[in-house]
Each structure stands twice: as structure tokens, then as C-alpha cells.
């Protein structure tokens, strides 16, 4: 958590430049090939050293480890003694083989070395451990102990070395101590610095190795290297040592040294708020939170929770940026959401409670209506379990099942307008478009994807819809996605107006052109001059008018009424009409050549009847929007109603009776609308004409059918069915597959288009291969398994559940699976 907001504040901050107290000397692949490839003879390291000295580098480091001495060339070795004797301000490094510390800051185990040959380390003025340690890379380690011996690392020698200081150790904090004062260095217990990194290699003073080497003599004066630590290092793939920063995938481990050497010269090193701010820090987050979550509005409390969040991010970065100080952000954050959940959890427990009260009645009246329900249910198992064990049963017995089963199917439509239809979610806008409201599974998406499609070309766009369906909306989300969006967008309804009108209010008219133009209007064509004109309904015009509509068409221009001079606009035109256009042309009302220019971009939208889960969402919005308290939602028989109705004004009628019924709810006091809310024709069109009850697997059966068979036919006859469980509807059908396999004499194709009903293939293969599933699932199991079933014994699982009517046919088809397959 610490790293992930540190790793934030670097992201947001961006890289930095290193010092220029650092230059970075890097052997690369180019400078390895000029110089007789790897490895480098040692006469070349000396050779800068000299180089370097001459210069007046402060302190000349190399991170190579000089652990083997030069078996080719060992005079080479010790020339390179030499310079380093002289030079007297060489940092070598050397490695730990394991380096793995435990909380006093001991290296675990004992740890093997790399270290300089021997004549090396004794003409370096020091030499420092080059281990980074564990994968945390925000703390990098500069001390370490082992058996009572105290080793520091390679960055920070070079960083006492540059500053002529001596070690000195209190407690959490190194010291360096010089001729004008001590410098503190906060560590952790295992002994690391918060490492305040600066950027890339493209973010460090650097130079080849081979250009240093061709400086010397004759370019001195075009290096600045006097008072600098000069870094020398591999960085040619495969030979160097990469780490991850904030800032690159791939940084070589010495600028990492190189980082914690410049924080240790600078004073730039990250550091830990102090407590007691901390513990401020943290008060004031959470009473802050506390404070917010006492507003009576949740959204405006959830609004100003995260403004407080933010701004507690804001601070901590501030904090980071201007005093290298980490405020950490995890305890502040999680009090505040603490309180705040806490507190808004009460207050609505509270308002649960006031609530309570209310439903009691309901409540009470819900439960007797249950407990008929279960006494009826019970009755009519017993009824069942009686005609089953019959061979032959008399009519009268049938007609007496049909009669409960019918009073049940009130009862439950009794018991369903008493419970509150559970919307699937909140109302809510499609993404991109935050004025439409549809499901994700709704054909409007289509139609959206569409919309996003045309809305970056200026082709004409012409909508067709049922009356609505929301041809208008549609149109605006067009020009709002536009490169036209922030232009106007004018629209006019043309079967609203008669010829003459239509006219002067399209295309403006002059002083005095008729009766009543006492000066000189623009039309709608001029005003939408750069943006978009919405002609709805342009199928109500004349063919005089489609004919000079169609001019403006094709060249953009066109004459006021009772004027002479031409006007010219850039308009981008998106027409929309409820009739079959072809049609109209065929009956020469409408004009071939202005359809194919309005036709640039057909959308056709799909009417209300065809999008069934956005009639939840719609209505939601509908309620929330206009808060018609004590009105909470809907019942679920009443929802039953909404979605099996056609809905012949679409939308608009949709928030009309949504509306009205939600009136009628609000003064009987009710938080629910039932079914008693609801206009005739809803009513009516879901009415049950005496002595056409169907059982429920004939309602299954007949609503699966309306839905052709679909993914989503089971959910949705589930839900249309009084959201009944999805297994039982899946049951029913699979009993439904195995009677008509029966009848039919296990013959699929005539099976599959008996159950379908339908002369469309594609629904009678979708049946068929439910029915092949179904088979493919009973041939493991035996005729036993299915004697078994009858008899009430214990069952495999994929027989729990069947209803008890369908297991002679049960047993009839896995008799045919057994001897089909021997």
C-alpha cells in the first residue's frame, strides 16, 4: 500500500534531473567493441583513472568488482594500483552473495563476499557493499551488520567521500560529521533510506567511455568533471544489472547508488511525517468524514466524501512535493470511509425503522394470503398424488383439479399484487449517451453503436420509428457526438404545419411577403446555419415542398419566402418519420430522389414491445424523476401487466401511465401500484376470458414459444410468470421434451417442431438441439435410475426436480436410450 502511493506521487511529480555534482561514465555495447571486447583489460581503467585525476574528479567510483585479477596481462593490474594509489579517491564496490536482513538490521546466515583482490582494495579509499536488497526499491539499504561488524554501501561511500565526512551512529539516524556541522540520515531498522528517485538515463549527466579515453589530452577543457563523482559502469545488455524505478523498466544499479548518493549530498531523501502530524492528519480526516455523513442527502453526502478524499490526495501530494515528506494516505482514507459507512449506516437503520411501522399491515395481509397459498398448494399435491396413483381417474376428478388450480392461479395473482416488484438494477444511462435510459442486453444498444458510428461524418441521417419511440433523443445524440455538437441543433416537426408555414418557418420570409410580415424573419435553415435541422415527420409534406427541399439538398441554397436573393447554409440534415417510406413512394405521395438523399444513414428504432428488460429501467426513471411519495415501486403482478402489454405509443405512453398510475398509488397512500392502478386497456389485454385457464406448463410452453426459444427465453419466462424460480421453468420445459419424444415416437425433428409450433428453422433447430442435450445428459444413467424416480427413492442429480407428472415419460425415454445404445 506504502509503495502503490509513493509509486503515485513519482507518476504524478515526473522525472527529475540527477545532480550535476554526478557525472555517469557507461561502457556500452559500442564502446566494448573499440575496445577488443569484453572483458576490458585493466590498462583502460587505469587509463581513466589517470584521466579523471587530472581533471580534479572528487571522488572516481567503478561499479565493477575487481574480485580476479588480470591473468593475460598482470602488469596491467598493477599500473592500475598505481593510479588508484595516486588518484587517492577511489570507491571500489563489493558484493554479498546472500544479503537478506532480519529486524535489528543483521544479515541473515553467514554471508560470502566478492570482494577486490587484495591490492586493489588497499589503494581504494574505501569500499562499499553493491547489494540493493529485497524487491523494494523505494528503500534502498546503506548499512548493514554482521557479527558485530558494520558494513555501508557503495552509494554511501561515495556520498562521505564527496563530503570529507566521518560516520557517526545515533539510533534510527546516521551521521556524517564534518568541519562545519553534522548531517542526519533517517534509516529504518533494516538499515535503508527512502530513496528520492530522479528519472532515466535520459535525466543524467553522462559520457562514453571511449570518448572520455580520446578527451586526453587534446579536449580537456570540453569536460566538466572538477569537484564531481565520476560513476563508471557496464551498461551493455546481458553484462549490467537492471532494476525497475518509477521511471524505467531497466535503470542500471549504479545510478541507483548514484540516487542514493545524491540524497545523502543534497539532503533530498524522502522522509516520514512525524507522528504527532500523522496522528493530526488522521483526526481530521475522519471527523471531516464524520461531519459529511450527517447530510441529509445521500448523493450531496457522497459528492462532498469524495471531494474530501480527493483533497486528502492532493495534500499528501502537496506534502511530497514541496517537503519530501510522505503523509500516508491508507489509515486517513480508511477511518473516513469508516465513519462515514458507520454513520450512514445508522441513520438509515433509523429510517428502516420509521419505515417498519408502515408495513406492518401489508405485511400481516401478505403472510394470510401465503398461508392460503400453501394450504391450497398442499391441497392440490394431494389431489395430484391421487390421480397419479390411478390408473384411469374420472372427469369430474379432472374437473376438480383444473378448478383449484385455477383458484391457485388467483391466489398467486392475489399475493403478486401484494409484493413489491425487485427492479433488476438502479435506473440508468447508456455510457456514452447520458440522456437515454436501456439495459445492457436491449436492442437499443444497437442502435447506439450506430449513432456513435455516424455522428463523425456529416451524411444525412434518416430515423424511422414507431410514434414514441424517441426519434428526437435519437437525433440530438447524433449531433452531440458531432464535429457539429457545440453548433445548434433546430428541430421542427413538419406534419404540425401546413405548407405555407411550413415554408415561411423553414426558409424565412421577406417584409411584406404576406399578410402579417412586418419585417424580414430567418427560417429554421438559416438559424441551424453550421450545426443540425431535425425534420420530424417529413413523410406529412407536399411533393412542392419535398422539391425545393430537396434543392437545399443538393446545393445548400435556397430563397426566402417572397424574396429573390439566394441565402447559403452548412447544414447537416437528420430526418425522421413513422411510415414506410417506400411505401409512400409507391403511392407517388413521396418524392424517390429526396428519399435517397435523405437515406444517407438509415436507423431504424425498435419499438417499445421488443425492448422488455428496459420497461424495468424506464419506469424506475420515471419515478425516481418525478417522486411520488409514498410510492416506492411496483407490485410484481402489476410489472407483469407492463411487459406483456404492446405498448402501441411506445415510450411517451409508457411515462404517461407510469405516471398516472403512480397518482392514483399516491392518494390511496400506497407504496406500491397495484393492479387496481392501472388503466383499462392494460387490464384488458392480459384478461383471462372465462374457462381458458391453462396450467402452468401450458404457460411455460406458449411463453417460450412468444420468446422463439432464445438464451433468454427461460429468465424471461421466469420473470413474466411472476419471477418464479428459472429451475422450475427449465423442469417443466425438459418434462414438456420428454412427453412430446414420447408422442412422437422419438422422433426429433417431428418432436422439436410440435414443441415449437413454428415453420421457422431456425427456432425448430434451436428446440431440437435442447432436446439432443437433454438425451446426451440421460445416457449414463439406467432404467433403475428411472424406476427409482417413480418410486420417490434417492435420485441422481440430474433427475431432482423433474415434476412428477412427466416420470412415466421419463422412464419411457431412458427404456429407448438403453436399448438404442444396447
Not at 541473515?108 to 570482494?115: C, G, I, Q, S, V
Request: hydrophobic share 40%; with cysteine.
Amino acid at each position: 500500500m506504502e509503495n502503490a502511493q509513493l509509486n503515485s506521487h513519482f507518476n504524478l511529480r515526473g522525472p527529475r534531473p540527477l545532480s550535476e555534482k554526478i557525472l555517469f561514465v557507461h561502457i556500452g555495447s559500442e564502446d566494448i567493441q573499440a575496445l577488443g571486447g569484453w572483458p576490458i583489460t585493466h590498462d583502460y581503467y587505469g587509463y581513466a583513472t589517470h584521466i579523471l585525476q587530472k581533471l580534479d574528479a572528487k571522488v572516481i567510483a567503478f561499479n565493477l568488482l575487481f574480485n580476479a585479477p588480470d591473468t593475460r596481462f598482470p602488469e596491467h593490474d598493477k599500473s592500475i594500483v598505481q593510479f588508484f594509489q595516486k588518484a587517492g579517491n577511489v570507491v571500489l564496490p563489493f558484493s554479498f552473495f546472500t544479503f537478506e536482513e532480519t529486524d535489528d538490521n543483521e544479515i541473515k546466515d553467514a554471508p560470502e563476499t566478492l570482494l577486490p583482490i587484495p591490492d586493489f582494495k588497499t589503494s581504494a579509499v574505501a569500499t562499499g557493499f553493491s547489494n540493493i536488497g529485497n524487491a523494494d526499491i523505494f528503500k534502498i539499504p546503506v548499512r548493514a551488520t554482521f557479527k558485530n561488524v558494520t558494513f555501508y554501501s557503495f552509494g554511501f561511500e561515495l556520498a562521505r567521500h564527496f563530503l570529507n565526512a566521518s560516520i557517526k551512529t545515533s539510533g534510527s539516524e546516521l551521521r556524517l560529521t564534518r568541519q562545519n556541522g553534522e548531517r542526519a540520515i533517517p534509516i529504518d531498522t533494516f538499515g535503508r533510506i527512502r530513496v528520492n528517485h530522479f528519472g532515466d538515463e535520459n535525466n543524467v549527466q553522462e559520457i562514453g567511455f571511449v570518448d572520455l579515453l580520446q578527451a586526453f589530452p587534446d579536449s580537456l577543457n570540453s569536460l566538466d568533471v572538477a569537484g564531481k563523482i565520476v560513476l563508471i559502469d557496464v551498461t551493455s545488455p546481458g553484462i549490467a544489472a537492471l532494476l525497475q524505478t518509477p521511471y524505467s523498466q531497466g535503470l542500471p544499479s549504479s545510478l541507483l547508488h548514484a540516487t542514493v548518493a545524491e540524497n545523502i549530498i543534497e539532503q533530498s531523501f524522502l522522509r516520514e511525517a512525524p507522528v504527532v502530524a500523522s496522528a493530526l492528519f488522521l483526526f481530521l480526516a475522519a471527523l471531516i468524514a464524520f461531519v459529511i455523513a450527517g447530510s441529509k442527502s445521500k448523493k450531496v453526502a457522497v459528492i462532498l466524501l469524495a471531494i474530501h478524499l480527493l483533497a486528502l490526495v492532493l495534500l499528501s501530494h502537496i506534502v511530497f512535493l514541496n517537503f519530501k515528506t510522505t503523509l500516508w494516505l491508507f489509515y486517513p482514507i480508511f477511518s473516513s470511509l469508516g465513519l462515514f459507512s458507520t454513520r450512514r449506516f445508522f441513520a438509515k437503520r433509523k429510517e428502516k425503522q420509521q419505515r417498519e411501522s408502515l408495513q406492518e399491515l401489508l405485511k400481516s395481509e401478505v403472510e394470510r394470503k401465503e398461508q392460503e397459498l400453501a394450504k391450497a398448494k398442499g391441497e392440490l399435491g394431494q389431489l395430484e398424488d391421487k390421480i397419479l396413483a390411478e390408473a384411469a381417474f374420472s372427469s369430474q376428478l379432472r374437473q376438480e383439479a383444473n378448478e383449484r388450480k385455477k383458484n391457485l392461479h388467483e391466489l398467486e395473482k392475489q399475493i403478486n399484487d401484494l409484493r413489491q416488484y425487485p427492479f433488476n438494477k438502479a435506473p440508468q444511462a447508456a455510457p456514452e449517451f447520458p440522456e437515454i435510459i436501456c439495459a445492457e442486453d436491449s436492442p437499443l444498444r444497437q442502435v447506439l453503436a450506430l449513432v456513435a458510428t455516424v455522428a463523425t461524418d456529416d451524411i444525412p441521417v434518416l430515423i424511422t420509428g414507431e410514434t414514441g419511440t424517441g426519434k428526437e433523443l435519437i437525433a440530438k445524440a447524433v449531433h452531440q457526438k458531432s464535429l457539429r455538437g457545440k453548433k445548434p441543433f433546430v428541430a421542427l416537426n413538419c406534419g404540425s404545419l401546413s405548407e405555407t408555414l411550413l415554408e415561411s418557418e423553414l426558409f424565412g420570409h421577406e417584409k411584406g411577403s404576406f399578410t402579417g410580415a412586418i419585417s424580414r424573419r430567418k427560417g429554421r435553415f438559416e438559424l441551424a446555419d453550421g450545426g443540425v435541422i431535425f425534420l420530424d415527420e417529413i413523410s406529412e409534406t407536399t411533393p412542392a415542398f419535398q422539391a425545393r427541399l430537396l434543392r437545399i439538398l443538393q446545393e445548400g441554397v435556397f430563397e426566402r419566402v417572397g424574396g429573390e436573393r439566394p441565402v447559403s447554409v452548412d447544414v447537416r440534415v437528420i430526418a425522421a418519420c413513422n411510415q414506410n417510406l417506400r411505401e409512400a413512394i409507391a403511392n407517388n405521395t413521396f418524392r424517390e430522389d429526396l428519399f435517397y438523399r435523405l437515406n444517407g444513414f438509415p436507423i431504424a428504432l425498435p419499438p417499445l414491445y421488443e425492448r422488455k428488460n428496459d420497461i424495468d429501467l424506464l419506469t424506475a426513471h420515471f419515478l425516481s424523476r418525478n417522486k411520488y411519495k409514498p410510492v416506492e415501486g411496483f407490485s410484481e403482478q402489476a410489472m407483469i401487466l407492463f411487459r406483456s402489454y404492446r405498448w402501441p405509443g411506445n415510450i411517451r405512453e409508457l411515462e404517461n401511465v407510469t405516471r398516472r398510475a403512480a397518482l392514483l398509488a399516491q392518494n390511496d397512500m400506497k407504496k406500491l401500484i397495484q393492479v387496481k392502478h392501472l388503466p383499462a386497456e392494460l387490464k384488458e389485454n392480459h384478461s383471462e376470458p372465462e374457462g381458458s385457464f391453462q396450467t402452468l406448463e401450458q404457460q411455460i410452453l406458449l411463453s417460450l414459444r412468444k420468446l422463439e426459444f432464445s438464451r433468454s427465453a427461460i429468465g424471461e419466462t421466469a420473470r413474466m410468470l411472476g419471477n418464479k424460480d428459472r429451475g422450475t421453468i427449465t423442469e417443466y420445459f425438459r418434462g414438456i421434451c420428454f412427453q412430446n419424444l414420447v408422442e412422437t415416437e422419438f422422433n426429433l425433428e417431428v418432436a422439436a417442431q410440435k414443441i415449437a409450433d413454428s415453420n421457422k428453422p431456425a427456432i425448430i433447430e434451436r428446440v431440437q438441439a435442447k432436446l439432443t442435450q437433454y438425451l446426451e445428459n440421460l445416457k449414463p444413467l439406467s432404467l433403475e435410475n428411472a424406476i427409482n424416480v417413480a418410486s420417490g427413492a434417492e435420485t441422481p442429480p440430474q433427475l431432482k426436480g423433474l415434476p412428477k407428472k412427466f416420470h412415466p415419460d421419463l422412464i419411457r425415454v431412458i427404456d429407448f436410450i438403453q436399448k438404442k445404445h444396447g
